[in-house]
């Protein structure tokens, strides 16, 4: 008698469960925990596991175990070597440097966050003496692996720097030890073949802006030429028939594009996913806008709630699916990143979602004259006037002190999800981030107030349509293709 | 906009002050709330912002419940979780065949440092075996050399 209630007790679990975040969809709980491992249960079962009552002799009890939901079956080896691949960014420094070569634009975009000056404002161009130090600079890091990216206004106004900028960090880059990456953010519309000719010589990876058909780009971007859609499909064509035309030379990367969803994108998910198709653009990111620099002033015409993006988001991703099932190659962006973290437990380098965020310890960005921001939208909120984001210049202090500058600490503080009463709480903890910036701006502190925060509505939404989507094989199937290595 | 006032009392016996503070917290998206010191516990008020106080309440109950088994979770696992997350912050992944560890000496160095350890492990056989009588006890021998492998001595 004695020894069968022995075995009966071996069966059970202990009475608690390990550290778990959840959160309850429909009729069924979403568990997750710090490595990132995720756990459909019903109701009747998060209940039976809460209270200690499920035995291994439960159909998913396995599954719970090996995912470390079952405390007293925790494999710490593995759990810890997961943590670790999905938080490797903590052991590096600043990987992404945005180098801005010019604030002058020649478009008027609707959204704009860059805050551009007019075409003839020539004080704001980089001048070569700091984008070399700029260079210099970003090679300081200690991440093996480092970016460049030069953006604007228009970088394609200031050619000449910009080209001695390339050079300059090609030329460093040989001794430096470092991988480089180096990539243009352009409208294409001064593009000309001389210039990408030099671009793709020097393996430049080349993005632009794609609103969507013509139309509604044009409306959302408007140009002193009248025809920005025009120019921006002309030189899609061109770089996707070079990419498709490889030399033995050098890569020719894929040119991508940037979707911003203002509100008259809405209603237009199908022409504009229909548009990225017919122009072989095999991703998409489907991106929010956000109420900084310039869109914040016009938030009332062309702005939306979390609640229509996020219908936006489930319609385009549905459509996109479709066109998946019938062989169409298009991917999300924003799902691509998210799915890296929850299907291969991995870091996709997706700097607004990761805790800390990236501000200033994953990316800096650099101003035409040597100021250092924590990131792009940091340096947006200087260019208003304001410069709580400012960490350094090029010029004047050191790398050290840049990591160590106060908005570098209250970034990184901020924007800790443990130190975030909601997020530290949240299920979506182990995908998500914070914007310190976003938080400044929209609600007046770095902390913000993460229940009535947009940005929060906008990734839960986001997460939610991810995660139920995976539960259905056949989209499961189509969607951990997109982060198939 | 409906702004009319409601309250809540909570028992101190049945939730803490950190849980009501999460949960009050937690709605606050949609009131302005304020916790009162009460009658054996404290009373939480609501003035809501943009919806009805009774949805409000619903809602920070649901919190209260789900913070104090969140609470529970925590406190239970604060020591394996530190624990896991130290060993993910020292653990190094070693590709397979690189297994030997990097001792930080030069060659010559290594050779220097191994003809000193075998030099002094010879000295200590050496001297062990020069005072084998004095230890009468045995108390330097092992358990085998004293009764043989531990094989087919299987305790009844």
Same mark, same amino acid.
Request: glycine share 8%; charged share 25%.
């Given at each position: 008698?004695a020894?069968?209630?022995?075995?009966?007790k071996?069966?059970k679990?202990?009475s608690?469960?390990?550290?778990?975040?959840w959160?309850?969809?429909?009729?069924?709980?979403?568990l997750?925990n710090?490595?990132?491992h995720?756990?459909?249960?019903k109701?009747k079962?998060?209940?039976?596991?809460t209270a200690?009552?499920m035995?291994?002799?439960h159909?998913?009890?396995?599954e719970?175990a090996?995912?470390?939901?079952i405390r007293?079956?925790?494999?710490?080896?593995?759990?810890?070597?997961?943590?670790?691949k999905?938080?490797?960014?903590?052991?590096?420094g600043?990987?992404?440097h945005?180098?801005?070569?010019t604030?002058?634009?020649?478009?008027?975009c609707?959204?704009?966050q860059?805050?551009?000056a %007019?075409v003839g404002?020539?004080k704001t161009?980089?001048?070569l003496?700091?984008a070399r130090k700029?260079?210099?600079?970003a090679?300081?890091?200690p991440?093996?692996g480092?970016t460049?990216?030069?953006?604007?206004g228009?970088?394609?106004?200031?050619?000449e720097?910009?080209?001695?900028?390339v050079?300059?960090?090609?030329?460093?880059?040989g001794?430096?030890?470092?991988?480089l990456?180096?990539?243009?953010?352009?409208?294409?519309s001064l593009?000309?073949e001389?210039?990408a000719?030099?671009?793709?010589?020097n393996?430049? @990876?080349l993005?632009?802006?794609l609103?969507?058909?013509?139309?509604?780009h044009?409306?959302?971007?408007?140009c002193s030429s009248g025809n920005s859609?025009?120019?921006?499909v002309k030189?899609?064509?061109y770089?996707?028939?070079?990419?498709k035309?490889?030399?033995?030379?050098y890569?020719?990367?894929?040119?991508?594009?940037?979707?911003?969803?203002?509100?008259?994108s809405?209603p237009?998910?199908?022409?504009?996913?229909?548009e990225?198709?017919?122009?072989?653009?095999?991703?998409?990111?489907?991106?929010?806008?956000?109420p900084?620099?310039?869109?914040r002033?016009?938030?009332?015409?062309?702005?939306?709630?979390?609640a229509?993006?996020?219908?936006?988001y489930?319609?385009?991703?549905?459509?996109?699916l479709k066109?998946n099932?019938?062989?169409?190659v298009?991917r999300?962006?924003?799902a691509?990143?998210?799915?890296?973290?929850?299907v291969?437990?991995?870091?996709p380098?997706y700097?607004d979602?990761?805790c800390?965020?990236?501000?200033a310890?994953g990316?800096?960005?650099y101003?035409?004259? %040597?100021?250092?921001?924590?990131?792009?939208?940091?340096?947006?909120?200087?260019?208003e006037?304001?410069d709580i984001?400012?960490i350094?210049?090029?010029?004047k202090?050191?790398y050290? +002190?840049?990591?160590?500058?106060p908005?570098?600490?209250?970034?990184?503080?901020?924007?800790?999800l443990?130190?975030q009463p909601?997020c530290?709480?949240c299920?979506?903890k182990p995908y998500?981030?914070?914007?310190?910036?976003y938080?400044y701006?929209?609600?007046?502190?770095?902390?913000?107030?993460?229940p009535?925060?947009?940005?929060?509505?906008?990734?839960?939404?986001?997460?939610?349509?991810l995660?139920?989507?995976?539960?259905?094989?056949?989209?499961?199937?189509?969607?951990?293709k997109?982060?198939?290595k | 906009?409906t702004?009319?006032?409601?309250s809540?009392?909570?028992?101190?016996?049945?939730?803490?002050l950190d849980?009501?503070?999460?949960?009050?917290?937690?709605?606050?998206?949609a009131?302005?709330?304020?916790i009162?010191?009460?009658v054996?516990g404290?009373t939480?008020e609501f003035?809501? +912002?943009?919806?009805?106080?009774?949805?409000?309440?619903v809602?920070?109950k649901?919190?209260?419940k789900d913070?104090?088994?969140?609470?529970?979770i925590?406190?239970a696992?604060?020591?394996?979780r530190?624990?896991m997350?130290?060993?993910a912050?020292?653990?190094?992944e070693?590709?397979?065949?690189?297994?030997q560890?990097d @001792?930080?000496?030069?060659?010559?160095?290594?050779?220097?440092?191994?003809a000193?350890?075998?030099q002094v492990e010879?000295?200590?056989?050496?001297e062990?075996?020069?005072?084998?009588?004095?230890?009468?006890?045995?108390?330097t021998?092992?358990?085998e050399?004293?009764?043989?492998?531990?094989?087919?001595?299987?305790?009844?």
């Amino acid at each position: 008698m004695a020894q069968k209630t022995a075995a009966k007790k071996s069966k059970k679990t202990t009475s608690v469960l390990p550290q778990v975040l959840w959160r309850k969809i429909g009729a069924s709980y979403l568990l997750t925990n710090d490595s990132g491992h995720y756990a459909w249960l019903k109701e009747k079962d998060f209940a039976l596991v809460t209270a200690g009552g499920m035995t291994e002799l439960h159909p998913l009890f396995s599954e719970l175990a090996v995912k470390g939901f079952i405390r007293n079956r925790l494999d710490f080896n593995d759990l810890a070597a997961k943590w670790k691949k999905k938080n490797a960014y903590l052991n590096y420094g600043p990987g992404l440097h945005i180098l801005v070569m010019t604030l002058r634009c020649n478009h008027k975009c609707l959204y704009c966050q860059s805050s551009a000056a %007019g075409v003839g404002d020539k004080k704001t161009d980089m001048n070569l003496a700091t984008a070399r130090k700029s260079v210099d600079f970003a090679f300081n890091s200690p991440n093996p692996g480092i970016t460049i990216e030069f953006q604007g206004g228009e970088p394609l106004l200031n050619w000449e720097v910009l080209k001695g900028a390339v050079e300059y960090a090609r030329k460093k880059s040989g001794t430096a030890g470092k991988e480089l990456k180096l990539a243009l953010v352009s409208n294409f519309s001064l593009m000309t073949e001389e210039k990408a000719d030099f671009l793709l010589k020097n393996e430049v @990876s080349l993005c632009t802006s794609l609103d969507g058909p013509k139309n509604l780009h044009d409306k959302n971007r408007i140009c002193s030429s009248g025809n920005s859609h025009s120019d921006t499909v002309k030189w899609i064509k061109y770089f996707q028939k070079r990419c498709k035309k490889q030399v033995t030379e050098y890569r020719v990367f894929k040119p991508s594009a940037l979707l911003t969803v203002s509100k008259y994108s809405l209603p237009l998910h199908k022409e504009i996913i229909d548009e990225y198709v017919s122009l072989g653009l095999e991703d998409i990111f489907v991106r929010p806008l956000a109420p900084i620099g310039y869109a914040r002033k016009l938030w009332g015409t062309i702005g939306y709630d979390a609640a229509d993006f996020a219908a936006f988001y489930l319609k385009s991703l549905d459509y996109m699916l479709k066109l998946n099932r019938q062989g169409v190659v298009i991917r999300e962006k924003m799902a691509t990143m998210m799915l890296d973290k929850i299907v291969n437990l991995q870091d996709p380098g997706y700097l607004d979602a990761r805790c800390p965020c990236g501000a200033a310890i994953g990316q800096i960005a650099y101003n035409h004259n %040597g100021d250092l921001y924590t990131c792009d939208e940091g340096r947006m909120v200087g260019w208003e006037g304001d410069d709580i984001f400012r960490i350094g210049n090029v010029f004047k202090d050191s790398y050290k +002190k840049v990591m160590t500058a106060p908005a570098t600490k209250v970034c990184v503080v901020s924007s800790n999800l443990e130190a975030q009463p909601a997020c530290a709480r949240c299920a979506y903890k182990p995908y998500c981030g914070v914007c310190p910036v976003y938080n400044y701006e929209v609600q007046g502190s770095l902390w913000g107030n993460i229940p009535s925060n947009d940005r929060c509505g906008l990734f839960k939404g986001i997460l939610d349509t991810l995660f139920t989507l995976l539960k259905s094989p056949g989209n499961a199937e189509i969607l951990k293709k997109w982060v198939t290595k | 906009m409906t702004k009319t006032t409601l309250s809540v009392k909570v028992n101190a016996k049945d939730y803490d002050l950190d849980a009501v503070r999460y949960a009050a917290y937690a709605v606050s998206d949609a009131a302005y709330v304020f916790i009162k010191p009460g009658v054996g516990g404290v009373t939480v008020e609501f003035v809501p +912002k943009n919806a009805a106080a009774k949805s409000i309440s619903v809602r920070f109950k649901g919190e209260l419940k789900d913070e104090k088994l969140r609470a529970s979770i925590f406190d239970a696992n604060r020591d394996l979780r530190e624990f896991m997350i130290l060993k993910a912050l020292v653990y190094e992944e070693i590709p397979a065949g690189v297994r030997q560890e990097d @001792s930080g000496l030069t060659p010559e160095q290594e050779k220097e440092l191994d003809a000193l350890i075998a030099q002094v492990e010879g000295e200590i056989k050496k001297e062990s075996a020069g005072n084998k009588t004095k230890d009468p006890l045995g108390i330097t021998r092992t358990w085998e050399e004293k009764y043989g492998a531990k094989n087919g001595r299987k305790k009844k």
